[in-house]
């Protein structure tokens, strides 16, 4: 919440910087057109002034949308995902529409004031462990452990199962079989033990989501490819069109604005037409799943860039022939990137949520690392997991045995578990 407060602060006095700089004729730079006077520069303090104001802009930006996601993400009852489901993706849907549409000064200062007025209403989630704190934990420990060898039985990896503990996790995370190396992390040896800092299968399985998520960031990199190019050389094509609306002259600088104009429309028909008519041949509640939403935006950003060479070489014939090609060809390049944006950047908003969310529920109550026990300590009802602290795996051994343990012995597991909840287990004669 403050994240957002303070970063549409700064977004707002970077466009009130640009906004007095375009008012005053003595602080705006010289005109960059061929009408412009010959030899005209900018100085210092019209420069100054600029990269000012376009670095507020871009720092608010850069925190105003990872932090307005996350909060409004925190409004929904992890707990009961299907009753939230449909909520949550609306939500997304109409933050991509409040992104495009506040674009503006009044919008913002509005949107600061209305966050602010909400406060006292907002969900506020409890900050637990830091996440990156922990996967660095998953990362060290199975790297220290890569020698050793991962037990059959999942059961004998470290995890906290004890319900009357205070250390209770809101939920455990079940083991997966993928990216085995990482479960290594989870094998109870003695230097864990030494050092307090053993790791959990949920944990791991945190870690898990997390380098899972990395293949959908990867694909979309090629988004921010296509939007450059449609920043910059597009608008370097138009200085050399035919920039005349009937008799207004239309600065190219101006054409950016095309894909948020086709968000503001297809946001509404996305959501009220498309999802319902998806909705019967696919019987799910969002229409299409949110990998392959992504995926219609990807294949939507290579047509935008097919049409965009397709125009730049009849561009570059009707220069040759001394003819003059309409800028407004470029509009369709635009439109097309417009749509893929609403798909893309949502679905990705979604599909990286509903990995999240089951780390936050995780991490709610996130135990504290263990204390060294007494290795003799069992219960009596159960026989203690083991897992071998040298590299060759052993099988486990019955909770009567009780001997000291050395570098070559096993590491009872409930003995470990009883120092967590903080229970005395009595020993079993």
């Not at 030494?194 to 790791?199: D, H, T, V």
């Not at 959501?271 to 041949?281: D, Q």
């Not at 294949?299 to 003059?324: D, F, P, T, W």
């Not at 009567?400 to 287990?425: F, T, W």
Request: hydrophobic residues 40%.
């Amino acid at each position: 919440l403050s994240t957002t407060v303070i970063s549409g602060s700064i977004a707002l006095l970077g466009y009130m910087v640009l906004a007095i700089q375009a008012h005053f004729s003595n602080l705006r730079p010289p005109l960059t057109d061929k009408m412009c006077t010959p030899g005209a520069k900018m100085t210092s303090t019209e420069a100054g002034i600029m990269f000012l104001g376009l670095y507020l802009i871009a720092i608010g930006v850069g925190g105003i949308l990872p932090a307005g996601a996350t909060l409004g993400a925190d409004q929904f009852d992890e707990k009961d995902p299907n009753r939230e489901e449909n909520k949550s993706r609306v939500i997304f849907n109409w933050l991509l529409f409040s992104i495009v549409i506040g674009g503006s000064v009044g919008s913002i200062l509005l949107g600061i004031v209305s966050i602010i007025v909400g406060v006292n209403t907002y969900r506020h989630k409890v900050l637990g462990d830091s996440p990156l704190l922990r996967i660095a934990q998953v990362l060290t420990a199975s790297f220290a452990n890569r020698k050793l060898s991962i037990p059959e039985n999942v059961e004998e990896l470290y995890e906290v199962h004890h319900k009357d503990s205070k250390l209770q996790i809101v939920e455990l995370l079940p083991h997966t079989d993928s990216l085995r190396l990482l479960d290594k992390a989870a094998i109870v040896t003695e230097s864990s033990i030494k050092s307090g800092k053993q790791c959990t299968v949920t944990q791991v399985e945190e870690t898990k989501i997390l380098v899972r998520m990395v293949p959908i960031f990867a694909c979309t990199i090629i988004m921010s490819t296509c939007l450059a190019q449609l920043q910059t050389l597009s608008v370097e094509q138009g200085f050399n069109m035919d920039r005349y609306l009937g008799k207004a002259l239309i600065p190219p600088s101006s054409l950016p604005i095309i894909p948020f104009v086709f968000i503001l429309i297809l946001t509404p028909v996305y959501e009220k037409i498309f999802v319902p008519l998806a909705r019967r041949f696919t019987g799910l509640d969002t229409g299409i799943t949110y990998l392959q939403r992504v995926g219609v935006g990807l294949v939507l950003s290579i047509i935008s860039m097919a049409i965009a060479g397709l125009v730049e070489v009849k561009r570059k014939q009707q220069h040759e022939e001394k003819h003059v090609m309409s800028m407004f060809y470029l509009s369709f390049q635009y439109c097309v990137f417009g749509i893929a944006d609403l798909f893309t950047l949502v679905g990705q908003l979604l599909k990286i949520r509903t990995l999240i969310s089951k780390i936050t529920l995780s991490q709610e109550k996130c135990p504290t690392p263990y204390r060294q026990a007494p290795m003799n300590s069992t219960t009596p009802e159960q026989k203690s997991p083991t897992v071998s602290t040298t590299s060759e795996h052993k099988d486990p051994v019955d909770s009567d045995q009780k001997a000291p343990v050395d570098s070559d012995q096993k590491v009872p597991m409930d003995s470990l578990s009883d120092q967590e909840s903080g229970e005395k287990s009595p020993q079993k004669k």
